[in-house]
């Protein structure tokens, strides 16, 4: 299984992009990016999901290169409701997914 | 998408004593796993819960200690045997439903062990 690394936190202000950067050098072929958010006393809920270029939904764009070696989170004008830890996985389709670090984002009035 | 319901949402145990946790699914699903996240940490996977047989342990975990079941495919229990106070975590149970890896987790069982 694909080893992805995150930076361990960030912070941003209101109303700012934040773009969350991870690195999966060794993913594989069939293996999807799938993104997580999780926040406190929760369990982490699915926010995107990709296999190569972008994908935009109501809430995140996902930016994938063509080499797949690494994918980029964009969450765009951040509230303070959007700080939370954030997880990036990738995976072969067969269900069994493996949690790095994640990134602690904290949001700022 | 999938609802999944956990029981107990918190526990009080003594050491030494067992704990067992329901995870129910509002729909039948493919993949079954429960997860641990101890306090400030990452999610780590425990066992995939595979219907009608026994569960697929990740290193570091054993049968003994974490029995699981999963007699259909919309229910399965994890019990934590003769517990620490190492064991006090949140223990999650997640779904798969379908082969593209999209997961939904319950809201887990936070466990604390005296």
């Known amino acids: 299984l694909a080893k992805t690394t995150q930076p361990i936190s960030m912070d941003s202000y209101e109303g700012q992009e934040v773009n969350i950067t991870c690195s999966h050098n060794n993913i594989a072929t069939n293996d999807y990016i799938t993104w997580y958010q999780q926040f406190p006393s929760q369990g982490p809920r699915f926010i995107i999901q990709g296999y190569k270029t972008k994908v935009t939904n109501e809430v995140a764009s996902l930016f994938i290169p063509a080499d797949r070696k690494s994918s980029t989170l964009s969450l765009p004008r951040v509230s303070l409701s959007d700080t939370a830890v954030y997880y990036c996985l990738v995976g072969d389709g067969r269900g069994k997914l493996i949690f790095g670090q994640g990134t602690e984002l904290s949001v700022k009035p | 998408s999938a609802v999944i319901s956990q029981k107990p949402s918190r526990d009080i145990c003594q050491r030494g004593t067992s704990l067992t946790i329901q995870c129910q699914v509002d729909?039948?699903?493919?993949?079954m796993f429960w997860y641990r996240q101890q306090p400030g940490q990452s999610l780590t996977l425990i066992a995939t819960?595979?219907?009608?047989?026994?569960?697929?342990?990740e290193s570091g975990f054993v049968i003994d200690k974490f029995p699981i079941s999963r007699p259909n495919l919309t229910f399965s229990t994890l019990t934590v045997s003769n517990l620490s106070p190492e064991d006090s975590s949140i223990y999650l149970c997640?779904?798969?439903?379908?082969?593209?890896?999209?997961?939904?987790f319950g809201s887990g069982t936070q466990l604390s062990v005296l």
């Open positions: 729909s039948q699903v493919t993949m």
């Open positions: 997640s779904v798969s439903t379908a082969t593209n890896e999209k997961l939904f």
């Open positions: 819960a595979n219907q009608g047989s026994e569960a697929t342990y």
